[in-house]
């Protein structure tokens, strides 16, 4: 499933905002003293992010204190140039830029389709982050729509001693479904129920079992077994099953998820993802999956925000939970083709896709040029009825959507055929679990 490239005001003594456009100035110290910085807890920034297909703004919503952070302690600085957005913590006294994470969101996709050309819309949003023991700023920048460079867009300074600093609230159970690490080293999954109802846990528990399975049937999760933790939160909705507006059908879910997203049948997604935050703050975690109690087939994925997939019998319900987490955790691209399809608004010509398994070679550095064979011809030729013995490492044309100009490391994969996950594909999930997992 496409995945995505993604206003309560009040006065206090919180805020002081800027939308001041300026480009991201780079990062001088990236070791980071967790200790010295943080109280060890995790604070939760929520908004909304509002515009057009052309323009965006956000609005500050509130501030929550939630639970433990589950998050590195050490890798605080995010290297990787992923995400359509990304956020930065500032210590004010030293003025050392402390966290800094990417990520996408549903709006940024939603810029893409034809209502954001003559609609303006508002989606409520959130990040979380280490919680600062002095007073911080909060910086968010996006891509620019014109060159692709980071851009300024909001800024926010931070009393840490603010009555108006909402405590979290965690009413709901939690199960543990896999634990391979301590949270501090491990990649924390926390798996969300929608649609089933009170009498359903039981089904929504072997559902997060057969997540658990169908994830490290693959590598390189199936390596990775020891650095990862799973974890469930147990949260029913009031009637069962999820949206079908295509056909007519709504349900009183409880995470509002649904069908026909932007019009497409099979993508499901939510707009609710601040009630999201608040159902996953039962546990700790640093990846949300939901598992929907359907039998549709269906799904999405979006890079470091959440990942969804049905719970039901869909046929490939395994493989599919497998190809959106790709997407949720390190925003892998769709490597399959629309046949026909000459042009996309999430991979424009002229620039050179964020994620780690495609290219238009604009900027292939640091992708997987060092990986192809002196020998190996570029655009590389598949040879149908071939062998995966027989392929090798290059650069096939067809990707993220398009037939042409576009390119990935290996004719089939997870991302492409919910197969394996190719070499490009392992390599780069191994070099972001690496970096989490420090």
Partial sequence: MK???LIIAFVCTLLSCATKKEIVPPVKHTDVDFREYFTGNTMRFDFHHAGNNKEEMYFFDRI?????????????????????????????????????????????????TPEATTTERSFPESVVFPEPKENFTIEFYARNKSNKLWEKKYVQTIDVESHNIVPGKMPYEKYDIHIGGNIANSLDIVLLPDGFTENEKEKFIKACNMW?????????FTQNRHRINIRAVWAPS?????????????????????????????????????????????????????????????????????????????GYTGEVYVHEFGHSLMGLGDEYI???????????????????????????????????????????PYVAGSSEKEWVIGAYEGGGYLEKGIFRGWPECMMKALT???????????????????
């Fill in 212 to 220: 658990r399975d169908a994830l490290f049937k693959y590598a390189p």
């Fill in 338 to 380: 629309e046949k026909g399809n000459t042009v996309s608004a999430l991979y424009p010509e002229g620039y050179e896709p964020w994620e780690a398994n495609l290219t238009r070679f604009v900027n292939f550095n640091g992708k997987w040029e060092k990986q192809i064979a002196e020998t190996t011809p570029i655009p590389t």
């Fill in 238 to 314: 009031k009637e069962k099953g999820i949206d079908k507006p295509g056909i007519g059908k709504w349900v009183d879910n409880l995470l509002g998820t649904r069908f026909y997203t932007f019009d497409s049948e099979r993508y499901q997604m939510t707009e609710e993802f601040q009630k999201v935050r608040d159902v996953a703050s039962c546990a700790p975690y640093e990846s949300i999956f939901i598992l929907t109690n359907t039998d549709k087939y269906g799904g999405g994925g979006i890079y470091n925000f959440y990942g969804l997939g049905s719970a039901g019998n869909t």
């Fill in 3 to 5: 995945r995505a490239l």
């Fill in 420 to 438: 394996e996950f190719c070499p490009i594909c392992q390599e780069a999930i191994n070099r972001y679990l690496d970096y989490i997992c420090r």
């Fill in 64 to 112: 929550i204190r939630e639970g433990v952070w589950a998050g590195s302690e050490v890798s605080l600085i995010n290297p990787f140039d992923y995400g359509e957005q990304m956020f930065r913590i500032i210590n004010n006294a030293t003025g050392n830029v402390i966290y800094k994470n990417n990520y996408c969101t549903l709006f940024n996709e939603w810029q893409t």
